[in-house]
């Protein structure tokens, strides 16, 4: 089965090129004839591995081409999910297969509830990865990427193929505990990393904040009913903080570049869920408001 990968930003192109690399049948949808036309001129995507570069002629379409489409991975940003998938919604097949690679929470549910006849499953990835150029990748990170679907515990039967691919993988029966643990992640260096304007180890140097943050957040995933991804949250902070010390946050990324965040599905999403349960977590709620006013003073989108 041709996998259709919609988003070759650099998660979307890593998995792409691995794909390909093993024979598999890949698709690339770009968004627009522009896009499309560039691409045709660069005769392909690029994996950088281990400073080899290698370059992978995979097909790529329009959103509008007429074949249908059996399993598609969505790679863009969250903002952009539900936008995304309706561009290419008549052309999904009945039982066909989304695995959504957005980070945070929120997006997922929004282009879920608009494919009832589909089965979207969820990934939570910790690869490395970034693009120097249009169409070529650097994979920067060996990492895992864990794959659940909420409302169905049944692994899918093409696992084999991420395996022949050499992408890091495990079927988790509670894929959203895995994706609270990372927004909790998230949400306690990311925007402290835009604030201070440092990379991730310089966090180091602000104690007491993660800190305050950790136990607010901690107590934010249990009223959730996520008893487990609030275990050690702390401690594994300050492992991430240390593990990624030179390291510049993607949200500190996307700042520094004048591009927009994905905010609303991370810090926006814990605070929108504690004013759901009427939890009052102050340091995080100031925390969301420093981050608004920062983002408004650059003229960047709040949303």
Known sequence: ??????????????????????GLPV????????????????????????????????????????TPIQRLLLACKAYDAQRAVASVAQRLTPGA????????????????????????????????AFRPADFQVI??????NWLGDPSDPRPPAWLDELQRAGIAHQWSPDILARLWRKLALNCAINPLTVLHDCR??????????????CAELGELLQRCGQPTAAENLHEDVQRVILATAANYSSMHQDVAQGRRTEVTYL?????????????????????????????????????
């Open 1 to 22: 089965m041709t996998w259709h990968i919609l988003g070759a930003g650099s998660l979307g192109s890593l998995w792409a090129t691995r794909l390909a690399r093993a």
């Open 27 to 66: 698709r690339l949808i770009l968004r627009n004839p522009q896009r499309l036309e560039a691409y045709r001129r660069a005769g392909g995507l690029t994996l950088v591995e281990a400073n080899q570069p290698q370059q992978y002629a995979i097909p790529a379409e329009l959103p509008q081409a007429d």
């Open 97 to 128: 297969e989304l695995l959504l690679l957005q980070n945070g929470l929120g997006s997922q549910d929004e282009v879920a509830q608009h494919l009832p006849k589909q089965r979207c499953l969820f990934v939570s990835s910790t690869e490395g």
């Open 139 to 144: 994979f920067a990170g060996n990492g895992h």
């Open 200 to 213: 991730n180890g310089d966090l180091a140097e602000h104690p007491a904040e993660i800190a305050t943050l």
């Open 267 to 303: 810090l926006g999403y814990a605070c929108a869920a504690a004013q759901r349960h009427q939890l009052h977590l102050p340091h995080l709620q100031h925390l969301q408001q420093r981050l608004l006013r920062h983002l408004e003073e650059r003229g960047l989108a709040l949303n």
